[in-house]
Every structure is written in structure tokens, then in C-alpha cells.
């Protein structure tokens, strides 16, 4: 059964950094599209930042520069570097994977919570 699990979520300042760290298991993510997206309060789900199975990435603008994604086919991990975090950052943010031939089979984890507070 494929399984997305997210961790490294929790309060952090203004200005600091959080790594999330999503662990897949049950399916093969070397090609698969693994994605983060989050949810601020009151909002949509939003696409944060994109890892193809080809090595490229693509990353929302409201974050570039300050977020990186990074992906370990090996392990199984898809991590999310999070520096100069702002209020508005605040959000729960899911681990997300596009897998199969034409990516049409979706997978979600259970989501961890950020909060950027003083």
C-alpha cells in the first residue's frame, strides 16, 4: 500500500529555517513527480515546489530563493529546505506524488503544520 509520511513541521521565528522531510513507501519514487503543497489558513491548497523524475524542480515564486526541494530515489525521501521564513508562510504543507505512466495515480500524505510566529 503506497504511503506518503511527512515530518520536521513545528513553530519556528521569523527568519528561521525548517527541513519537512516526506518518506514514501509502497510504490517507486525514482519516477515519480513528488511534490510539496501547502494550505495557509482560509486558502486553497497551493503547488509549493516540484521535483520531476528528471531532475528538473520548479518552485512556486512567493518562495523562490528561500525554499529548495530535494529528492533521494534511494531512500525514498523528498525533503523541503524551508529558510527566511515569514508569517505568511504559515500553513500546513503535504507531501504529494504523481506516479504511474501518464502520472495519473495520486498520492497525498496526512500533512504536517508549519507556524511562523514571535
Known amino acids: 500500500q503506497a504511503q506518503l509520511v511527512e515530518s520536521g513541521g513545528g513553530l519556528v521565528q521569523p527568519g528561521g529555517s525548517l527541513r519537512l522531510s516526506c518518506a514514501a513507501s509502497g510504490f517507486d519514487i525514482s519516477s515519480a513527480v513528488m511534490s510539496w503543497f501547502r494550505q495557509r489558513p482560509g486558502l486553497e491548497r497551493e503547488l509549493v515546489a516540484s521535483?520531476?523524475?528528471?531532475?528538473?524542480?520548479s518552485i512556486v515564486d512567493s518562495v523562490k530563493g528561500r525554499f529548495t526541494i530535494s529528492r533521494d530515489n534511494a531512500l525514498k525521501t523528498v525533503d523541503l529546505e524551508m529558510t527566511a521564513l515569514r508569517p505568511e508562510d504559515t500553513a500546513a504543507y503535504f507531501c504529494n506524488a504523481l506516479v504511474g505512466p501518464d502520472f495519473h495515480v495520486v498520492y497525498w500524505g496526512q500533512g504536517t503544520q508549519v507556524t511562523v510566529s514571535p
Open positions: 521535483s520531476v523524475n528528471d531532475g528538473r524542480v
